[in-house]
């Protein structure tokens, strides 16, 4: 029980990377409050773990917005006193070149993949300081280390991610609050199906993303998971500033 006793606010929870890792966190022994934009996935997560023994508040919210921001600190705080780890993971894949990206796609990359971390952090910085301490992990990408074609906006906000985890481990470390990213390869996710499938040939398209792994193969949400775990967990307590690869060997 890796994380009993602690609370986890887990953003983008009810699919993908978010999902697996919220449910590996409960089995952990976390108390969770998972926050998505799809409430009724949610829902059926939390009372999925509920009951395999484990506490999951689904928060239906966006996290591009201040206000559900703070309503969701505000109701972790609520329930559970404290919150000690904060993975910020929500996050969408636009696709294209510059020259084809709209301003409309552009700031809502931005809003959901950096501004949304913004916000957690600024208000949940405080609550550590109060508190001793805490872990902030961030979703960034494999992309943000090795750019690949066809994904220049996507690229620019997972650097974003990296840097502005970089700069916040070191501003927080006297204050005992971790702050680590991890930046993923290729995953089979329900978002990289809706992906494939846009494609003229979805089948060549699949063959393409793997054949860029030197593993040759997709990660899965649960091999993410853990690498999210050991990051947020007391294991790692001399690890910050860390964007972590986890790709497939794609970034070699």
Known sequence: MKLKGKTAIVTGAAAGIGKASTELFASEGAHILAIDLDGGKLEHLASKITSSGGICLALRGDVSQSA??????????????????????????????????????????????????YLFCHAIVPHFKEHGGGVILNTASATALRAVVDRACYTATKAAVVGLTKSMALDYVRDNIRVNCLC???????????RLAAFPDPAEAKKNFIARQPMGRFGTAEEIALAALYLVSDESAFVTGVAFAIDGGLTI
């Open 184 to 194: 993923p390869g290729t995953v089979d996710t329900p978002s990289l199906s809706e």
């Open 68 to 117: 559900d921001v703070q309503n969701a600190l505000n109701t972790a705080i609520g329930r559970f006193g404290k919150i000690d780890i904060l993975f910020n993971n929500a996050g969408i894949v636009p696709a294209g070149k510059i020259d084809v990206t709209t301003e409309e796609q552009w700031d809502r990359a931005m809003a959901i993949n950096v501004k949304s971390m």
